[in-house]
T-cell receptor
Framework: EDKVVQSPLSLVVHEGDTVTLNCSYE??????LLWYKQEKKAPTFLFML??SGIEKKSGRLSSILDKKELFSILNITATQTGDSAIYLC??????????WGAGTKLIIKP | GAVVSQHPSRVICKSGTSVKIECRSL??????MFWYRQFPKKSLMLMAT?????????EQGVEKDKFLINHASLTLSTLTVTSAHPEDSSFYIC?????????????FGPGTRLTVL
């Protein structure tokens, strides 16, 4: 059965810490993997990953995909309270449908 | 875990016709369901919030007469795109939650790709 598993489910750290969020998948017909940040009305798109080993960066956030070991990580360095959110990972099938992880709830304490 | 399904997964229709998309929570009762539209650059736009037994709340700029939402039960919400036009072609995603706010944990469906010819 195709599935996407995110870990940890929740995480509490202090401002300034670095966090690593994990997304592992068992999906046939993999097309790409998406990361979203959910804090307001709609999840905000962060990254799309299609190739192994190529790091994508946006400010303090970065992500990488390993298609051999079937996982992706999302790193956030020098965390701020504004990074508090639920981070979602979704795998895109070849037919463009999505399989979503349950999300990681990240809380950054001042 | 909580599972949300959508049907159909893909639909192609002619301009001017109406299309209904179903969103079901399979193993839980959803207080609230949300409908999103995904754009080519993967961003998601919230279209409306739907609570069982009451009228949907539409986001600004979303035509409620064009995108009809019905939330008949705690496990089913439907989105009907009326008089569809090619610009309505998109990927529509629903999500369901046990709570009331978009900021609470949502369980997302796999999406429905609509192509209007």
């Amino acid at each position: 059965e195709d599935k996407v598993v995110q870990s940890p489910l929740s995480l509490v750290v202090h401002e300034g810490d670095t966090v690593t969020l994990n997304c592992s998948y068992e999906v046939t017909n993999f097309r790409s993997l998406l990361w979203y940040k959910q804090e307001k009305k709609a999840p905000t798109f962060l990254f799309m990953l299609t190739s192994s080993g190529i790091e994508k960066k946006s400010g303090r956030l970065s992500s990488i995909l390993d298609k051999k070991e079937l996982f992706s990580i999302l790193n956030i360095t020098a965390t701020q309270t504004g990074d508090s959110a639920i981070y979602l990972c979704a795998v895109v099938w070849s037919n463009y449908q999505l399989i979503w992880g349950a999300g990681t709830k990240l809380i950054i304490k001042p | 875990g909580a599972v949300v399904s959508q049907h159909p997964s893909r639909v192609i229709c002619k301009s001017g016709t109406s299309v209904k998309i179903e969103c079901r929570s399979l193993d839980f009762q959803a207080t609230t369901m949300f409908w999103y539209r995904q754009f080519p650059k993967k961003s998601l736009m919230l279209m409306a919030t739907s609570n069982e037994g009451s009228k949907a709340t539409y986001e600004q700029g979303v035509e409620k007469d064009k995108f009809l939402i019905n939330h008949a039960s705690l496990t089913l919400s439907t989105l009907t795109v009326t008089s569809a036009h090619p610009e309505d072609s998109s990927f529509y995603i629903c999500s369901a939650t046990l709570a009331h706010l978009p900021t609470d944990t949502q369980y997302f469906g796999p999406g429905t790709r609509l192509t209007v010819l």
